[in-house]
Nanobody, 119 residues
Framework: QVQLVESGGGLVQPGGSLRLSCAAS????????RGWYRQAPGKERELVAG???????NYADSVKGRFTISRDNAKNTVDLQMNSLRPDDTAVYYC?????????????WGQGTQVTVSS
């Protein structure tokens, strides 16, 4: 059993900020939260920002300079600080993680949190 709990979505005006948080827990799996994806209506799910265990980050070109991903390994959480939000950032945002148990590896997703940027 793996739980990925996302929080922090909502409605914000253009130029505003939101902070998303993803918290992982499992009684048997080791969980590595790898990043945030988003999916807008009628579009493919896309990577927004990724982060490795040692804190190396990568970002979609569309969010560079506006979004910052960070992690707290002690709490097993990954946050996404989103600034200067634009209407085209509107999407459902999903946390992605890898769950491992011995040699077995599984891809896991959170339930998604809606971000709407609108005036």
């Amino acid at each position: 059993q793996v739980q990925l709990v996302e929080s922090g979505g909502g409605l914000v005006q253009p130029g505003g900020s939101l902070r998303l948080s993803c918290a992982a827990s499992s009684s048997i799996f080791s969980i590595n939260i790898r990043g945030w994806y988003r999916q807008a209506p009628g579009k493919e799910r896309e990577l927004v920002a990724g982060i490795t265990r040692d804190g190396t980050t990568n970002y979609a070109d569309s969010v560079k300079g506006r979004f910052t991903i960070s992690r707290d390994n002690a709490k097993n959480t990954v946050d996404l600080q989103m600034n200067s939000l634009r209407p085209d950032d509107t999407a459902v945002y999903y946390c992605n993680a890898e769950a491992t148990l011995g040699p077995r590896r599984y891809d896991r997703w959170g339930q998604g949190t809606q971000v709407t940027v609108s005036s």
